[in-house]
């Protein structure tokens, strides 16, 4: 799912909420390279956080890792 995320437009295309929970799944499981991870990032940065995005990064954090 990381390749598709990064792949959606910068500033047009925020992630949805399964979208980003998948983009975390990969990232917390090691199926994420450091530059996918990077360009991730950067993707959030132009837009910043959206009412799904972070929800959905809880979602796939292990319960034992929530803040």
Same mark, same amino acid.
């Given at each position: 799912?990381?390749?598709?995320?990064i792949?959606? !437009?910068?500033?047009t295309? #925020?992630?949805?909420? %399964?979208?980003?929970?998948?983009?975390?799944?990969?990232?917390?499981?090691?199926? %994420?390279?450091?530059?996918?991870?990077?360009?991730?990032?950067?993707?959030?940065? !132009?837009?910043?956080?959206? #009412?799904?995005?972070? #929800?959905?990064?809880?979602?796939?954090? #292990? %319960?034992?890792?929530?803040?």
């Open positions: 799912m990381i390749k598709e995320a792949a959606k !437009p910068i500033s295309e #925020p992630l949805s909420r %399964a979208e980003a929970a998948s983009v975390m799944t990969d990232i917390m499981s090691g199926n %994420a390279s450091e530059a996918q991870i990077g360009a991730m990032n950067a993707k959030r940065r !132009p837009a910043g956080d959206t #009412p799904n995005s972070v #929800p959905g990064c809880a979602e796939a954090m #292990p %319960a034992g890792n929530r803040t």
